[in-house]
């Protein structure tokens, strides 16, 4: 099992910043991905950004150039700096990870609680 423990979340004003910080822990023998996911009231859960273990980057449209996701591979630990928030960006922010499972010979993902971010105008 892997334990994810998100943490950044809050409030903020239209125009402000916030960074999520998402620390893995337990089993793991090699994660190759890792990134966040939102859920505002009423949506589904979409894709924020992923980073993987090489350091490739994915973003959603409507985040691109004001939010940027790193990793500390070291740490298992991957960060979201979040700029310009708009009150759209306001939802549960979900980590996510891949891992491999040696024992049982597979890829693995796991959630984390979620953190809120509440962006007011």
């Known amino acids: 099992q892997v334990q994810l423990v998100e943490s950044g979340g809050g409030l903020v004003q239209a125009g402000g910043s916030l960074r999520l910080s998402c620390a893995a822990s337990?089993?793991?023998?090699?994660?190759?991905?890792m990134g966040w996911y939102r859920q505002a009231p009423g949506k589904e859960r979409d894709l924020v950004a992923t980073i993987t273990n090489l350091g490739t980057t994915n973003y959603a449209d409507s985040v691109k150039g004001r939010f940027t996701i790193s990793r500390d591979s070291a740490k298992n630990t991957v960060h979201l700096q979040m700029n310009s928030l708009k009150p759209e960006d306001t939802a549960v922010y979900y980590c996510?990870?891949?891992?491999?499972?040696?024992?049982?010979?597979?890829?693995?993902?796991?959630w984390g609680q979620g953190t809120l971010v509440t962006v007011s105008s």
């Open positions: 996510k990870t891949r891992t491999y499972s040696p024992a049982l010979a597979r890829n693995l993902e796991f």
């Open positions: 337990g089993s793991i023998f090699s994660i190759n991905i």
